[in-house]
């Protein structure tokens, strides 16, 4: 699975995921340990994903690292 897909499915499923705990919290329908149990299952599920894809993919994932250092470091170096 590429990054671009990769990042869409879990766009998608984060917005499912916010539009469902909100109709939820609106309603009353749903606590906050039904909320973090919900919230721990989604980070394992991305996790894994994350995971595999690293496994998969090792130099775009080291490339994406180094992108973000670099960003990182450039960012911290304005002041």
């Avoid at 909320?35 to 130099?59: G, S």
């Amino acid at each position: 699975m590429d990054a671009a897909r990769l990042e869409e499915q879990y766009n998608r499923e984060l917005d499912e995921m916010t539009d469902e705990i909100q109709a939820g919290l609106d309603s009353g329908k749903f606590s906050a340990t039904d909320i973090q149990r919900v919230l721990e299952q989604k980070t394992r599920e991305a996790v894994t994903a994350t995971d595999e894809f690293v496994r998969d993919n090792p130099w775009a994932a080291l490339g994406i690292a180094a992108g973000v250092g670099a960003l990182i470091g450039f960012l911290l170096s304005r002041k």
